[in-house]
């Protein structure tokens, strides 16, 4: 993977932190312990540009480290969806 240019977008952030953009995204929204852009800028209709710093990322990677789930997908035990044949 190329060096990071900083300032990056939750994107690029949410990429070198190992996670999908959207998991980032519903963090933010959702859980307040969750480290957050040095630059956020409401930009309207529920929409915020943010900007990641170096150190922003590597406090996002430490915070993944800690909370993310073993593996893809649903935890262990969970019921699994049916596949489409299943439910015909």
Known sequence: ????????STQRAAEIA??????LQRWLRKRPECPRASV?????GGLTLRRWSAEDVAKLK???NEH???GPGRPAGSKSRKSRAERL
Request: hydrophobic share 45%; glycine share 12%; proline share 8%.
């Open 1 to 8: 993977m190329a060096m990071a240019k900083y300032p990056v």
């Open 18 to 23: 190992g996670i999908h953009r959207g998991t």
């Open 68 to 70: 993310k789930l073993e």
């Open 40 to 44: 956020e800028v409401p930009l309207g």
């Open 62 to 64: 430490a915070y993944v």
